[in-house]
């Protein structure tokens, strides 16, 4: 079984600005990439679990949610840090309803655990 370091992405990754969507708007929070590179090097997967609630609020699109995505992965890789998946909840109970992904629900968490054979007592 596999062990993973679960991280938010707003106000973890980056500076939480509120509906971040480009690449401009993207701060890295000071000390992100070595702690993942800490956890990386003891044998754990790093897996991204974030709300985007933005996208149910219309205020941007799963295109621009993924272009970002693929951009902060970039910069994780040339941090020499693999990102093993970026799980999200694009839904919102105000506007989609309730959903079993948005946490604080476990949805994203419970998938990874199955995607990646994870003991979650190691995660």
Not at 53 to 61: N, R, T, V, W
């Amino acid at each position: 079984m596999n062990k993973a370091l679960f991280i938010d992405r707003d106000g973890v990754i980056n500076v939480d600005k509120v509906h971040v969507f480009r690449g401009e708007d993207f701060d890295f929070t000071s000390g992100i990439f070595d702690l993942c590179r800490r956890y990386s090097d003891k044998g754990y997967l790093i897996i991204v679990v974030t709300n985007q609630a933005g996208i149910a609020k219309g205020l941007y699109s799963e295109a621009d949610f993924l272009r970002l995505t693929s951009w902060m992965l970039n910069q994780f890789e040339e941090q020499g840090i693999k990102v093993s998946k970026v799980y999200h909840c694009p839904h919102h109970p105000d506007f989609t309803g309730p959903c079993k992904c948005r946490k604080p629900e476990p949805g994203m968490i419970l998938q990874a655990i199955n995607d990646f054979n994870l003991d979650s007592s190691q995660c």
